[in-house]
């Protein structure tokens, strides 16, 4: 039997939300772990780029990037019961990178050296994967701090949710490439670039770029590919060690979509992926569910919304009563659709699906967060 989200929010030690961009993600991340604050767990909520207004209502600043408790007098002013504690974190995938070049390299000298390498500070924040990869680093970094009971990571914006589980492969792949070994050979273990070893077209190039990119950026390559030639073997065996911690029992991935027929495929997608990756799936949330309403508007009712209207003197064309029950049935419509899409994702027998209804505005604030959380907590609508 599939456990429910309330029970996961209680025992797991942790939550990563995932699923394609924009689906809401962030604000599944930052629900979840309200809702376990109030269960009386210590949270640390790890959320990337959050939208402004939610970051501000979380107590994090702008580029503030380490662990800030959400001050309790925050819940207590709107009535929300925090018994437990909420710690957020923005992740910072260059500073993630940063420390793990200062922790995995033979000196600090070297550290330096990569740390102010113009290559390096490029690469670390534009390298395919460097962001998901990072934001398990961290995860792994926190997880055995004491100080939480439970951790909810979100994930990155990428627009295939595959691509937080492939993030380490493909980190590792890139800077094992054979166009990395290539380079790593011309500069030899001495670091200093060698035309000799290269095929003459390759020389020309390499002569070419540093003409173009003026002095310093064959030094700056020499010095980046020496460098990292001495973290690989660190990097590799964390990769490694990051995707396993990922299949331990105390894990479990939070689905999110979107109620589109596209997103739920893509969602039941990454269920696969998850399972050959051998790493515990928690619950699908569908996130933004049209509910149809308990009793389809009648003519009544649309001559009362158009009253109602009419009263507030807003300027009316045409007969409103007409458009409103166009809009009733054109919603009826959608909550029919949202709920086939549903039925799709049951039919695949899938486990625990949470249906979190679309809310009037954005979730930009405790309160609504409070509210989001509440429904995470029953187990949608
Ligand atoms: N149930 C909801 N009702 C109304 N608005 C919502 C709901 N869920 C999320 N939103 C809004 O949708 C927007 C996108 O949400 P969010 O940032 O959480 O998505 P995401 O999956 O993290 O996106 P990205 O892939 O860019 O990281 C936000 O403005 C958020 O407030
Ligand atoms: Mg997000």
């Not at 030639?229 to 331990?248: P, W």
């Not at 509910?291 to 009648?298: D, E, G, I, V």
């Not at 649309?302 to 009563?321: I, Q, T």
């Amino acid at each position: 039997m599939s456990a429910s989200l309330a029970t996961l929010l209680r025992e797991k030690h942790i939550l990563v939300t995932c699923g394609a961009g924009g689906v809401g993600k962030t604000t599944t991340a930052a629900a979840i772990s309200v809702a376990a604050a109030k269960a009386g767990r210590r949270v640390l909520c790890l959320t990337i780029d959050p939208a402004k207004r939610l970051a501000e209502s979380l107590g994090l600043k702008e580029m503030r990037h380490e662990a800030m408790v959400v001050d309790p007098s925050r819940f207590a002013e709107r009535g929300i019961p925090i018994t437990g504690s909420l710690t957020a974190m923005m992740l910072d995938t260059k500073r993630t990178f940063d420390e793990l070049v200062e922790k995995y390299s033979s000196s600090p000298e070297k550290a330096q050296a990569l740390l102010n390498n113009k290559l390096y500070r490029y690469m670390s924040t534009s390298l395919a994967g460097t962001q998901e990869y990072m934001a398990m680093e961290k995860l792994v970094a926190v997880k055995n701090d004491p100080a939480y009971d439970l951790i909810v990571l979100d994930t990155p914006p990428t627009a295939n949710a595959l691509d937080f589980l492939d993030a380490p492969e493909r980190m590792v792949g890139a800077l094992d490439s054979p166009a990395m070994k290539w380079l790593a050979d011309a500069f030899g273990s001495s670091g200093r670039f060698s035309m000799n070893i290269l095929a003459k077209g390759a020389a020309t190039v390499l002569k070419g770029i540093g003409k173009i990119t003026g002095g310093g950026f064959l030094e700056d390559m020499s010095q980046f590919v020496a460098q990292l030639q001495d973290l690989f073997g660190g990097f590799r065996e964390r990769a490694v060690r990051v995707q396993n911690e990922l299949r331990s029992p105390g894990v479990a991935f939070l689905l999110v979509t979107s109620p589109s027929p596209a997103s739920i495929e893509e969602a039941l997608f990454f269920s696969e992926k998850l399972r050959e990756h051998r790493m515990p799936r928690g619950a699908f949330i569908v996130n933004r569910f049209r509910a149809a309403s308990a009793q389809s508007p009648t003519e009544a009712d649309a001559h009362a919304a158009a009253n109602s209207l009419r009263e507030k003197r807003l300027p009316l064309d045409g007969a409103p009563e007409t458009r409103l029950l166009q809009a009733f049935a054109q919603s009826a419509k959608l909550a029919e659709a949202d709920a086939r899409s549903v039925a799709r994702l049951a039919a695949e027998g899938v486990g625990t699906i949470v249906r979190v209804p679309e809310f009037a505005t954005d979730v930009h604030d405790l309160v609504l967060l409070d509210a989001l959380a509440q429904w995470l907590e029953v187990g949608g609508i």
